[in-house]
């Protein structure tokens, strides 16, 4: 699955816009005083201006499998990274996943996670950039409690997707598609990994191409 096109809401453009094009350096396709939309890799991720409430997501970036270290001494110029008691260290080491992550809230509260999967062929000699944020290859779905099961199916059947075949689903957590794009599925309040921030239902809408068939997909 290919996330091509993921579309968020924030209270907080200006800072978004300053952060993500400045700070991180990455390239804006277009921007307004409502909406901005930011390229990173093979997606566009869109953030909408609102005033009604203050939104947050949880999405993860591809990275190259060899850059962890790299992208950790990297984005320490830019922000702080989340520490994990569990892992004793700022790098999460996915063992089934085949996969190591660091993480960071964005000034908007987003809580975002840069991956590089071993399995996947993408490692590169170059200096780590912002140039090397592959695509957005996570997108948090948060759902009412009462509706989780039923909903998750409907995903599954209406999309025509499968489980990660490397994380089994869990009571309160569904991984939903393969190492270039998943669902992270969770009911409402359950806190997002790594933080103990509960995940809230906000609007979104993914663009995203399943076995050669594009969906697009409303929360």
Same mark, same amino acid.
């Given at each position: 699955?290919?996330i091509?096109?993921?579309?968020l809401?924030?209270?907080a453009?200006?800072?978004?816009?300053?952060?993500?094009t400045t700070a991180i350096g990455?390239?804006?396709?277009s921007?307004n005083?409502?909406?901005?939309t930011?390229?990173i890799g093979s997606?566009?991720?869109v953030?909408?201006?609102?005033s009604a409430?203050?939104?947050?997501?949880?999405?993860?970036?591809n990275?190259?499998?060899n850059?962890?270290e790299e992208?950790k001494k990297?984005?320490t110029?830019?922000v702080?990274?989340?520490?994990?008691?569990?892992y004793n260290?700022?790098i999460?080491?996915f #063992?089934?996943?085949?996969?190591?992550?660091?993480?960071f809230?964005?000034?908007?509260?987003?809580?975002?996670?840069?991956?590089?999967r071993?399995?996947?062929?993408?490692?590169?000699?170059?200096?780590?950039s912002?140039s090397?944020f592959? *695509?957005v290859?996570e997108?948090?779905?948060?759902?009412?409690e009462?509706?989780?099961?039923r909903s998750? *199916?409907g995903?599954?059947?209406k999309?025509?997707? *499968?489980?990660f075949?490397k994380?089994?689903p869990?009571?309160?957590?569904?991984?939903?598609?393969?190492?270039?794009?998943l669902?992270?599925v #969770?009911p409402?309040?359950?806190?997002?990994?790594p933080?103990?921030k509960p *995940?809230g239902?906000?609007p979104m809408?993914i663009?995203f191409?399943?076995?050669g068939?594009?969906?697009?997909?409303k929360?």
């Amino acid at each position: 699955m290919e996330i091509n096109r993921l579309i968020l809401q924030t209270s907080a453009l200006k800072e978004l816009t300053a952060f993500y094009t400045t700070a991180i350096g990455l390239p804006a396709v277009s921007k307004n005083e409502n909406e901005i939309t930011i390229s990173i890799g093979s997606t566009e991720l869109v953030f909408n201006q609102v005033s009604a409430a203050d939104p947050f997501y949880h999405i993860a970036i591809n990275i190259p499998a060899n850059k962890i270290e790299e992208a950790k001494k990297w984005l320490t110029n830019h922000v702080e990274l989340i520490w994990m008691d569990q892992y004793n260290s700022d790098i999460a080491d996915f #063992v089934n996943w085949h996969a190591k992550s660091v993480y960071f809230f964005d000034p908007a509260g987003n809580i975002v996670e840069l991956i590089a999967r071993f399995d996947l062929d993408n490692k590169t000699d170059e200096s780590f950039s912002a140039s090397q944020f592959l *695509s957005v290859s996570e997108v948090g779905l948060v759902i009412k409690e009462a509706d989780f099961n039923r909903s998750v *199916s409907g995903l599954l059947e209406k999309y025509r997707l *499968s489980y990660f075949d490397k994380q089994p689903p869990l009571q309160q957590f569904r991984a939903i598609g393969d190492d270039e794009g998943l669902f992270i599925v #969770v009911p409402e309040n359950r806190n997002w990994f790594p933080t103990d921030k509960p *995940s809230g239902v906000f609007p979104m809408e993914i663009q995203f191409t399943n076995d050669g068939r594009e969906y697009v997909l409303k929360m």
